[in-house]
């Protein structure tokens, strides 16, 4: 079996993880760029989501690279994340592939366990549980190397050696296959962070924190990599959600996930009542945390047609104004540019700069 799935951030290094050790070889299709998007583009329906659109360009890479099978979540719930398994292999095999799919959702996971019993050598069960070990401590590595990236990067002496070191130890993690081989090189991966040079005196960086919807606020090649453009620019950056949550959110067998997620609704309650199906509850309760953590201020990411953001991108401005903290709204589609985000993340930071100006 050649199995891949779409990019969403560095959330390949525990999937390939949890599928090689099942017994599959894994195709991973290069990072996103404008021409498997205008692919994607090309062959989906005008007025869906870009991550739809991702999405597909990065499954037809992959089928181009020789997978014959393709891995998708899926689901019954309001956002169309839900149906983009189904509807992107309708599409693939429209065009002309020839794939099998995995489709985990409302099926429950015995279908998908049993995709496996001709690919695993031995026990399937045993197979099963050493591939869930690895994925959920590579999932904690790269988690751990993301947070510290971010710690260190406002501070570094050598602009990019944050980035540079963060390649380096993922892509170990990446490599390491048994679970020893795995706590060697997230240790290794660690030292490597701890030994970026950094900065003896820093004046406070500004502090914002970046929500929306989750494919928008993990994907670089989506967001123009606007994680690290802000630690460059000296600024400490905390996304809301992060590919570690997203993968074991649906698996509920973090606690500290779950509880936040309850809180999360409860805090947006008089905002929005009910489940829309995407990020907004965290949207909402992520910019009233921001304003209570005393963070400067809040940037929200979204696609140009995500229904949940879009509902969000009216209530923000009431949620702005009562807790009196500064949101800078993105709109991502396939027409946005490079330059367009950056000249509005500087105006954004030095309307930032200008305020903690007037406070002091």
Not at 266 to 281: F, M, N, S, T
Request: with cysteine.
């Amino acid at each position: 079996m050649k199995v891949s799935t779409p990019h969403m951030g560095n959330a390949y290094i525990p999937l390939s993880a949890l599928l090689s050790n099942l017994g599959a070889e894994v195709i991973i299709p290069p990072r996103p760029t404008r021409k498997s998007i205008d692919m994607g583009a090309l062959h989906a329906p005008e007025f869906v989501c870009l991550p739809f659109k991702v999405n597909l360009g990065d499954n037809l890479h992959a089928l181009q690279m020789g997978a014959d099978t393709l891995a998708m979540v899926s689901g019954m719930w309001a956002c169309r994340f839900g149906y983009y398994g189904r509807v992107q292999h309708k599409i693939l095999r429209d065009i002309g592939f020839e794939f099998d799919s995995i489709l985990l959702g409302r099926d429950g996971l015995l279908p998908v366990y049993n995709k496996f019993r001709d690919t695993v050598d031995g026990n399937l069960l045993r197979a099963w549980a050493h591939a869930i070990r690895a994925f959920r401590q590579k999932a904690r590595a790269m988690d751990t190397l993301e947070k510290m990236s971010r710690n260190i990067r406002p501070f570094e002496r050598a602009r990019g050696s944050t980035t540079t070191a963060l390649a380096d130890g993922l892509a170990l993690v990446h490599k390491a296959f048994s679970l020893r081989e795995i706590a060697e090189a997230t240790e290794e991966s660690v030292a490597m962070m701890e030994a970026v040079e950094m900065e003896d005196d820093n004046p406070k960086p500004l502090r914002i924190a970046v929500l929306g919807e989750i494919y928008a606020v993990l994907e670089p090649a989506l967001n123009f990599d606007i994680d690290r453009k802000l630690g460059e620019m000296g600024i400490m950056s905390y996304p809301v959600m992060s590919v570690y949550k997203w993968l074991f959110r649906p698996l509920k067998i973090d606690p500290s996930i779950m509880v936040d997620e309850r809180m999360a609704r409860r805090i947006a309650k008089p905002y929005i009542a009910y489940v829309l199906g995407g990020e907004e509850h965290q949207t909402i309760t992520g910019t009233i945390r921001a304003a209570r953590k005393g963070y400067d201020g809040v940037i929200h990411l979204y696609p140009f047609t995500c229904m949940p953001e879009n509902i969000c991108r009216t209530i923000l401005p009431s949620v702005e104004a009562k807790y009196d903290i500064p949101v800078l709204n993105l709109c991502l589609d396939e027409h946005a540019s490079p330059t367009g985000i950056a000249t509005r993340l500087e105006a954004f930071v030095d309307l930032l700069n200008q305020r903690r100006r007037k406070k002091i």
